[in-house]
């Protein structure tokens, strides 16, 4: 479970997150939706480690990130595309990877075909394509084959077949018990996939709940998106 509590950050004088409390559970796919710059980065950099909070606290099975002592075999994260050096290949990148968290060499080929990389496993990331750098990052989360997984925005860069399969493969994970945490922009995108739905604007949480229970009062999801966020330009994509 992942446990995000009363969580604040402010970065100088420029707006950060404020009072963001949200819970993912085992066996769902929780979206955390919002406009660019709402603040689901800055959470998502909370919860991994990667920054401190000024308040409250952002917790995987009760222990902050940084306490996990082989934190791939606990979650798995894509966080801004795949984090991989673009001179080096997809095996390598996972290589080290594995090694770092003793998790067993067969298990890189095992993603890799998983993700749809194998015939592109000994290719420099450099010459990766946008989708395929995304599949390269979902990789490398699930290489511990962890009970958490958290993925930033995973849909970027993939075409229409390549969305398909993430919708199916978060489905897969979410049935076969794993926690599912992922952000998105994209109404169109979480309203197919998403158990539960956390809204975020202006760093503050503006609503929750599953798709029907979001609906309540508007003809559908995305007028009531667009009324929550203030946004000044409707669609899909904002």
Known sequence: MIEIKNLSKKYGQSDGITDVSLTAEPGKVTAFLGPNGAG??????????????????????????????????????????????????????????AQSNGIPRSRISEVLELVGLSDAARKRVGAYSLGMGQRLGIAAALLG???????????????????????????????????????????????????????????????????NDLMAGHRDLESAYFDWTGNTAKGTAV
């Not at 222990?63 to 095996?91: I, N």
């Not at 849909?155 to 398909?164: A, K, Q, V």
């Open 145 to 211: 084959d962890p009970r958490i997984v958290v993925l930033d925005e995973p849909t970027n860069g993939l075409d229409p077949e390549g969305i398909r399969w993430i919708r199916e493969l978060l489905r897969t994970l979410a049935a076969n018990g794993k926690t599912v945490l992922i952000s998105s922009h994209l109404i169109n995108e979480v309203q197919h996939i998403a158990d539960h739905i956390v809204v975020i604007s202006g760093g503050r949480i503006v609503r929750s709940g599953n798709v």
């Open 40 to 97: 689901k980065s800055t959470t998502f950099r909370l919860l991994l480690g990667l920054d401190r909070p000024d308040s409250g606290s952002a917790l995987i099975e009760g222990h902050h990130y940084r306490e996990l002592a082989a934190p791939m075999w606990t979650v798995g994260a894509q966080f801004d595309g795949s984090g991989a050096h673009k001179g080096r290949t997809a095996k390598a990148h996972l290589t080290w990877m």
